[in-house]
């Protein structure tokens, strides 16, 4: 698969909310929900709070009151990124013109050997269970 790549500026842009051009959806569709692209979305969203807080760690104090100071918040920040990956990450793709539900495409991929073997065994699903099928809140 030999897609194209943005610039490093590109790049800083598009984590940090900039819309890449569409020549570039192909490697935005892989990048957002493709393999790793949750480890990728908490690293870029880990960044941000990283740089504020690390003059902190300059002031003259204890590791306890430097932990004291920063641990807290840098935390907090990561786990806010893990608890609104999906959501954030199916926005970025809305936001490129793209499918949101390609989010749950690796899940689909992996759980797919599940399904085949429900069908199997009790039937294909109902219509009325498609709803089901997006794990959008909304």
Known sequence: MNTARPTPLQYVAYSYGRRLPAS???W???DLA???AVRRHVLRM???PFLVLAPLWLLPAS???HL???APIFIWAVLM????NKIWRRHRLAQHGLDPTLVDSLRRRKDSRLHEDYAARFGPRPDSAKWQSN???F
Not at 81 to 84: K, P, Y
């Open 63 to 65: 590791l306890y009151v």
């Open 81 to 84: 990124s893990l608890a609104l």
């Open 24 to 26: 570039l959806n192909n």
């Open 34 to 36: 493709g393999d790793g």
């Open 28 to 30: 935005v569709a892989e």
């Open 46 to 48: 880990a960044i941000p």
């Open 135 to 137: 794990s959008s809140p």
């Open 68 to 70: 004291e100071m920063t």
